[in-house]
């Protein structure tokens, strides 16, 4: 098993080298653009005055809400009439909705509200591989994130000395500014001689307006035993803004391979508060009930075998967050999924989370079932009924002022065409913080839960993963 996944991992083939080289001068090429456009920016940028102050990577907002507790003093002093709560809000922040960012993504793993944490295993990103694409997945809490609350309003501005106007020089705030580049790495395996690997930057601009876009690309590759091997290069372009409290996200894109038709994928997000959150007087959220609906259809990325069948799919349903208190959260989700070669499928996941101070317990319920069992045909994974419930523990902390790392194992049971085995999870990520504005995650995770029938052979997967972010 060692050997064969060191094997994989250098990626020995002639082919691939050729089509990673390919793959990488893409991604250099958009980076050249990326930060041609940047250059420009920034010379507006520097006889701009603009409203936005550079925040440490620790305060990077993504998902994540923080108070500064200066920052609320002095929103005190400034707005005597404002309630407590208001002042709590004092130092306004960029909130996400649960997958798809409103800003450059935090990349530490912690989750923030005031001085809640939520833990997290893997960093947010701007457009992650759908919610519940395989059953491995679905016990990271990174599927749970926070909701997206109102931004307190801005600060008023001081009067100004009407006795002399003067004609300012400067010129506006520029209608597009490059906030962020970020590389998503993945690299999977399994023992039964699948691979699957994914690398993706992102480019994300921010609108006048607050909107948001972003430019994804990528090299990805698939091999598995006995098929022909794969390579695609996705380009998908995003938009997302705000309607009152409703957040709205949307993204189009192509997916391009070295032996298949060009395929055509979409995804789209609805997300609003359905109770105003409950905010302590010292800046704590203590409690908010967040819903969204979803909408994807794409290549189902799941393996060679699939890939080639150019299976296609459908999913849609709706989400829920509920922060039950400031250490309990839950979240719960339900896809309904068609497919092109006319099977359908109902996935379920649920996860409740108590915190206590760097330790959290959770406990994880995944259930998956289709219309008709369709490995064999046309190779993804398609149980009739399958469960899994498990209990995870694990801690999250800082071990050096440049380095935070989370530690998690899941025990529990799997149950596959009515028979039952041990479902175990074991999982490390790592966070560098290389400068103020760049950091790098790094993670392994072993699992035996199955994404495959297996008959009576014991299953293993591994899982690399990294992501670079560079705030500009």
């Known amino acids: 098993m060692a050997d064969s996944f060191r094997r994989d991992l250098f990626v020995s083939r002639s082919n691939l080298y050729t089509e990673l080289t390919l793959g990488c001068l893409q991604i250099q090429l958009g980076v050249i653009c990326s930060v041609g456009i940047w250059a420009q920016s920034e010379l507006k940028l520097q006889a701009a005055q603009t409203y936005q102050t550079w925040k440490s990577p620790s305060e990077l907002a993504e998902g994540v809400t923080k108070v500064n507790p200066e920052s609320a003093k002095q929103y005190l002093k400034l707005r005597t009439h404002t309630d407590v709560r208001a002042a709590a809000w ?22 923030n509200f005031g001085d809640l944490e939520f833990s997290m295993p ?56 490059l906030e962020s580049i970020y590389t998503d790495y993945r690299y999977e395996t399994d023992n039964f001689g699948q691979t699957n690997f994914f ?37 998908q372009v995003g938009w997302q803004g705000k309607i009152g409290q409703v957040t709205l996200q949307t993204a189009v894109g192509v997916d391009v391979f070295n032996r298949l038709p060009t395929a055509i994928n979409l995804n789209a997000k609805v997300e609003a508060p359905i109770s105003p959150p409950q905010v302590s007087p010292s800046g704590r959220l203590l409690s908010v009930v967040v819903v969204s609906g979803n909408l994807e259809q794409g290549p189902y990325k799941s393996n060679a075998q699939t ?38 499928e109902v996935q379920s996941f649920s996860r409740l989370e108590r915190k206590f101070g760097q330790f959290s317990l959770a406990a994880n319920l995944f259930s998956w079932s289709y219309d ?32 935070r790392c ?30 103020p504005n760049i950091e790098a995650d790094l993670g392994y995770t072993f699992s035996n839960v199955r994404n495959q029938d297996t008959g009576e052979s014991a299953y293993s997967g591994n899982s690399l993963t990294g992501q670079l972010r560079v705030k500009f």
């Open 90 to 111: 004092g130092n306004s922040v960029a909130l996400a909705s649960p997958r798809l960012p409103s800003g450059f993504a935090k990349q530490e793993s912690k989750l």
């Open 122 to 177: 893997f960093p947010n990103r701007l457009k992650p591989r759908p919610v519940l694409m395989a059953a491995p997945e679905n016990f990271n809490p990174d599927l749970r994130l926070p909701p997206v609350l109102p931004v307190p309003p801005a600060l008023p501005k001081p009067p100004q000395n009407s006795s002399s106007p003067t004609t300012s020089t400067q010129p506006g705030t520029p209608d597009t500014v």
């Open 199 to 235: 690398l993706e930057p992102t480019v994300q601009f921010r609108l006048s307006n607050g909107n948001k876009i972003f430019f994804k690309t990528g090299f990805n590759f698939f091999e598995q035993r006995g098929v022909e091997s794969i390579t695609n290069f996705p380009l």
């Open 307 to 344: 890939l080639g069948n150019q299976i296609t799919a459908w999913r849609f349903g709706p989400d829920l967050y509920w922060q039950i208190d400031r250490n309990i959260s839950l979240f719960s989700s339900l896809r309904l999924g068609s497919y092109n070669d006319g099977n359908s």
């Open 372 to 403: 008709r069992n369709l490995e064999r045909t046309s190779g993804y994974f398609s149980p009739p009924d399958f469960l899994v419930y498990n209990a995870e523990v694990a801690w999250e902390g800082d071990i050096a002022n440049f380095l």
């Open 406 to 435: 989370r530690f998690a194992a899941n025990l529990g049971q799997q149950r596959l065409q009515g028979k039952f085995d041990n479902a175990n999870t074991y999982q490390t990520r790592c966070t560098i913080k290389l400068s």
